[in-house]
């Protein structure tokens, strides 16, 4: 029976037709994805694209004699129909979403919500996240700038080729540990597995593929915008942090040195409150550390959606 005629039966007593190449494969996953995150979507079109491509090649020269058509045949019959596939990949996606993304419906008033700001996980991974992106930002900066600059410049001699594939890789598997990043410390489901790239292809036509690829180009503009999102993101943590770390201490400081460490210095004199204002004091500072708590939970929330704009594929 040819690979065109198999039918298979599903458990809802529907019947498919296999399908006869592996893009119309990939179409109808993704189709049955649809409703899916995009991340999902990627993996598993990451995932069915290498295992049939693979299994493929490798059953071919097992089977020389079979059409490619019967061959792919026989590799879907092993892995499975789109809708198959794609109902296994909507079960895992359930059972795996971010800890930080399943956010807990809360009946409580304003007031217990506002301060409650200290005890949701969310709002310390968003902390995190814009420490360490200070910190990503200046590597991620670093190798875009030199490495694209070493492929330009290098690119008048041969082995200037050879070094612009190996950093188009190197920016994909960048992106992909930032993007676990992101979906560890701001929730967000981000891809866990790199786009697949064929390997039967000779390196110059690897090099082109990736030089095409618009997605490369996308994730290379994020390296480079991680560095004043990162740089904005520490100086804005430091200030809001130290200031009103400063306010909620001060009073307790100045019972111990004997000595005004809160005022205004007006020319060349310095005004401090009265010892009245010093509890009202403590409390705007804890109010303050409390409203930017929540200021950095909504930051890593926008990051992590701007994220996902750039580092996952449509």
């Known amino acids: 029976m040819g690979a065109n005629e198999v039918v298979r039966r599903q458990g809802d007593g529907r019947s498919m037709k296999m399908v006869k190449s592996i893009e119309e494969y990939l179409n109808q996953l993704k189709a049955e994805l649809k409703d899916s995150d995009a991340a999902t979507v990627q993996d598993a079109l990451a995932d069915a694209e290498e295992h049939l491509r693979v299994a493929l090649v490798a059953l071919k020269e097992k089977q020389p004699e079979t059409s490619e058509e019967e061959t792919l045949g026989q590799v879907i019959e092993q892995y499975g129909l789109p809708d198959e596939i794609a109902s296994a990949y909507k079960d895992v996606e359930r059972l795996t979403s971010p800890v930080l993304a399943q956010e807990k419906q809360r009946s409580e008033s304003l007031g217990v919500r506002f301060f409650a700001i200290y005890a949701d996980p969310r709002a310390w991974g968003a902390l995190l996240y814009m420490l360490v992106a200070f910190v990503t930002g200046i590597i991620y900066f670093t190798w875009a700038v030199t490495g694209l600059s070493l492929s330009v410049t290098l690119s008048i001699f041969i082995f200037g080729l050879p070094f612009l594939f190996f950093f188009l890789h190197s920016v994909r598997s960048l992106t992909l540990l930032e993007g676990r990043l992101v979906e560890a410390l701001l929730g967000v489901r981000m891809p866990r597995r790199a786009r697949f790239s064929s390997q039967n292809v000779k390196w110059l036509e690897r090099l082109k593929m990736l030089v095409t690829d618009k997605y490369n180009w996308k994730m290379l503009f994020y390296m480079f915008c991680q560095l004043p999102f990162g740089t904005f993101y520490f100086i804005l943590i430091v200030m809001l942090v130290s200031l009103s770390l400063s306010f909620m201490v001060s009073p307790i400081i100045e019972g111990f040195v004997q000595q005004g460490v809160v005022g ?29 708590m929540h200021l950095f939970k909504w930051i890593g929330q926008l990051h992590g959606k701007y994220a996902k704009m750039f580092l996952v594929t449509d």
């Open 264 to 292: 205004v210095i007006i020319g060349d004199v310095r005004y401090f409150p009265p010892t009245y204002l010093y509890p009202l004091l403590m409390i705007f500072g804890f109010l303050l550390l409390t409203a930017s």
